[in-house]
């Protein structure tokens, strides 16, 4: 079984109405219920990726605040999360 992608790690944050931030250079997710234990192996398998994912084109946000790089870029395309 493969990791998740960075997007579909963000499709299920959203999902589950949680949300992320970089603070320091860290991941910090909170959401409707505290996580409980480690975090998933998939986000932890790509933290640094998720990392620079938010700060590059969401402001260091996740859902990505109006007006972000985020909403101009295709996602469908093959290779770029």
Do not use: H
Request: aromatic fraction near 8%.
């Amino acid at each position: 079984m493969k990791p998740q992608t960075t997007v579909q790690i963000l499709r299920c944050l959203n999902l589950g109405r949680y949300k992320a931030t970089v603070e320091g250079g860290e991941l910090r997710l909170w959401g409707p219920q505290p996580l409980a234990g480690p975090l998933p192996a998939s986000i932890r398998a790509r933290r640094e990726e998720i990392i620079d994912f938010l700060t590059w084109c969401c402001e260091g946000e996740w859902p990505p605040p109006e007006g972000v790089p985020y909403y101009s870029i295709d996602l469908t395309k093959e290779g770029t999360a």
